[in-house]
Structures are given as C-alpha cells and as structure tokens.
C-alpha cells in the first residue's frame, strides 16, 4: 500500500514548525490528535529532536501514519494510539503540549466541546494548546476561499463547518486554558495557542 500523503501538509509544515520550535523549546512531551497522514508527526518530530512527539487518530488512519514513522526510523515518534476524541481513553500521563491540525472543523461541534475539555485535563500545569486551522471571526469568514471551503464541508456532512473562534475560546476558559497567541498563518489559516492555568 503506498503512503497517505497530503499536498496541504507538505505546504503547510513548515510555517507550522517555526511558531512550535519557538513554542515548545523547553517542553518534553506532546501528544497529536488527528494525526492524519503522519507527516506532520513527522516533520516536528524531526525538527524538534528534545521532544517525544504521540501520535493519535481513529484507527482507519493508523496504518498509513506507521508507514510515515517507519520510513522515518525516528526514535522520538509514538506509535499511533486510537484516539477518537469523544469515543477512547485519553492518556493518563500529562503532556506538556497538545498539537492539532485541521481537525475542529471535521468534528461536530459536541466532538470539539470534549476535545478542549480533555485537551485541558491532559495538559500539565502551564501546558499549551495549539490548534491549527482555518478558523471564523466574530461570524464572519473573510476570505473567499475559506468561505467556499465552509460551504463544501457543510455540504458533505452538515455537522462539519469552520469554527467561530470566539466559541473555541470560551471552550478553552471554561476548561481552564487561556489563550497566549493568536498566529496568523499562509493559506488564511491560524495557529491557535491556549495555556492550561
Ligand atoms: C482533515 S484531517 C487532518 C489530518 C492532519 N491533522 C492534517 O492536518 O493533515 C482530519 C483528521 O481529524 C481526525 N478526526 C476526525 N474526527 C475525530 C475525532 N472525533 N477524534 C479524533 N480525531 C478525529 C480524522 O481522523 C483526520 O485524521
């Protein structure tokens, strides 16, 4: 079977990877949600050699990130645990980070309301959050082409849909995480940072 690859991860890695190095300097451990292909587990894990980077993702996606981490003979990676956010056990050890990538808006809105509220109990003392994805301000998604991407999600599976950030942000207060940064980032994304208090 050849690998999973994402064209998206390939452009996206690194800009994504510069605000982590600069982020997670002195962290030890993050966990992934959503994994996907696993080159982005890759990359960071590469690119940010003091750490130990966990993979996760549903199950379906576990075999195409073994691939990734095989080839990558790279002995900072976990192997994918299965972690549907609303469905599995999440760790019991803490992490110092929590990375995501193009995930909420794939969740339904009760999927992502678990995430943060989980992400927040998995986080050590100071731990960051960091969500990355096209996200919506104030109501409005500025840009033409995340609003065509809005519509096509919606189409597909009405639970699907950009996130309001101010909705995101609320989640993350009420779970205990205040937001640090709010990075923009190429191709109308965001790079999202909340701080476990
Ligand atoms: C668009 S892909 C993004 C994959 C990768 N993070 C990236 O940026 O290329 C969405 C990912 O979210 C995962 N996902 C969707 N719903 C999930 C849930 N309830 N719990 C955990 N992961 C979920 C999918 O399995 C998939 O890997």
């Given amino acids: 079977m050849n690998k999973p690859f994402s064209q998206a991860c390939e452009n996206n890695h690194s800009p994504i990877g510069a605000v982590l190095t600069r982020l997670l300097s002195t962290s030890a451990s993050v966990l992934e949600l959503g994994s996907g292909t696993g080159q982005h587990a890759v990359w960071f894990a ?3 050699p003091h750490l130990h980077w966990q993979t996760s993702d549903r199950m379906e996606n576990h075999s195409g990130i073994n691939q990734w981490l095989d080839e990558s003979e790279l002995d900072n990676i976990g192997a994918p645990i299965a972690l549907d956010v609303s469905r599995d056990a999440w760790p ?3 992490f110092d980070a929590v990375f995501s990538s193009n995930t909420a808006h794939i969740m339904a809105w009760p999927e992502v309301e678990i995430m943060f509220s989980r992400v927040a109990g998995t986080l050590s003392a100071g731990g960051l959050f960091c969500l990355y994805g096209p996200m919506k301000y104030s109501g409005v998604i500025t840009e033409e082409s995340n609003r065509a991407f809005d519509h096509r999600l919606k189409a597909h599976n009405p639970r699907q849909g950009i996130r309001e950030f101010n909705d ?4 993350a207060l009420t ?3 205040s937001l640090l940064e709010d990075n923009a980032m190429p191709a109308n994304n965001r790079l999202l940072v909340w701080q476990k208090l």
């Fill in 175 to 177: 779970a205990g995480m």
């Fill in 168 to 171: 995101l942000d609320q989640l």
């Fill in 92 to 94: 019991t050890e803490p």
């Fill in 46 to 48: 590469q690119q940010l």
